[in-house]
């Protein structure tokens, strides 16, 4: 079982930039397909992005694409999401989540079965 815990959240103004980390406790995460999640104040929790066991394929909701980056260092167990040209739209918890499985496409939340407490991301205007 792995357990993620996230790290890295805080307050930037709009159009700055973050580093999201999840450090993954238990067992290797480098059999787990590994995504993130954010959650707005009052919303559902949603997709942002996963990677591959390898790191070698990812992909991303089409409203980070372009200024988010997953990357993961098996070794440290480790997976990060590089954020940048941040908006307040951006703005939520953001949750890292592992998923046991061979790669594919998992953008629910009910497709992931371990979950860290949440990182809050707050962009100021």
């Known amino acids: 079982q792995v357990q993620p815990v996230e790290s890295g959240g805080g307050l930037v103004q709009a159009g700055g930039s973050l580093r999201l980390s999840c450090a993954a406790s238990?067992?290797?995460?480098?059999?787990?397909?590994m995504g993130w999640f954010r959650q707005p104040v009052g919303k559902e929790r949603e997709f942002v992005g996963a990677?591959?066991?390898?790191?070698?394929?990812?992909y991303y909701a089409d409203s980070v694409t372009g200024r988010f980056t997953i990357s993961r260092d098996n070794a440290k167990n480790m997976v990060y999401l590089q954020m940048r040209s941040l908006k307040p739209d951006d703005t939520a918890v953001y949750y890292c989540?592992?998923?046991?499985?061979?790669?594919?496409?998992?953008?629910?939340?009910?497709?992931?079965?371990?979950w860290g407490q949440g990182t809050q991301v707050t962009v100021s205007s």
């Open positions: 238990g067992r290797t995460i480098s059999s787990y397909v």
């Open positions: 989540a592992g998923r046991r499985s061979s790669w594919g496409r998992y953008v629910s939340v009910h497709e992931y079965d371990y």
């Open positions: 990677i591959s066991w390898s790191g070698g394929s990812t």
